[in-house]
């Protein structure tokens, strides 16, 4: 398992910064807050992790993901259309193929962002099955349990993966 977990160089980027991006246009979907992503070790690796505010624009076909350091220093953006994802670090620019493809390299394990922008707002990814539980559903082997404003997604398969996210102030606009 590779233990490259960006937001782990979130945490420790230090002075490391980008520029700000222009402003978002005003009719692009907007959720924003803090996220923390954790891979589970095993015997032979530890577990890996980290914390960021971010910032989430656009939509699964095309958009925007921002995270900024607990000092508030832009430090990664993430950008994507059809058929290319851009990740954006002061170390430079790297494309990917797909959104998994990114966070696969980045984490070691592929996170759907895709269906992110779904369960931020407490509800399936309307692309793929899913079966209700207990307390939310689970989808694309994810254990989604929301709890607006906040979400815990949790992969079922080896290595587990926990990604807890909360809300500030919610969707500024409809997608």
């Known amino acids: 398992m590779r233990a490259a977990a960006l937001l782990l160089a979130v945490a420790l980027a230090g002075c490391a910064q980008l520029p700000k991006a222009p402003p978002a246009d005003t009719t692009e979907a907007r959720l924003g807050g803090r996220i923390s992503v ?31 350091s607990p000092l508030g220093t832009l430090v990664a953006r993430a950008t994507w259309a059809p058929g290319l994802v851009t990740l954006t670090t002061p170390d430079g620019e790297r494309r990917f193929d797909t959104l998994d493809a990114l966070t696969r390299e980045l984490l070691g394990e592929a996170v759907p962002v895709a269906a992110l922008f779904d369960w931020l707002r407490a509800r399936p990814w309307p692309a793929a099955p899913h079966e209700k539980t207990a307390n939310g559903f689970e989808q694309l082997g994810w254990r989604i ?6 979400l815990v997604a949790t992969r079922l398969a080896a290595p587990v993966v926990t990604l807890r996210a909360k809300l500030d102030g919610g969707d500024e606009s409809t997608p």
């Open 38 to 68: 954790t891979v589970a070790g095993d015997q032979h690796n530890r577990g890996t992790g980290g914390a960021a505010s971010f910032e989430l624009f656009g939509g699964p076909d095309a958009g925007r993901l921002e995270l900024t």
């Open 145 to 150: 349990e929301p709890k607006p404003p906040a």
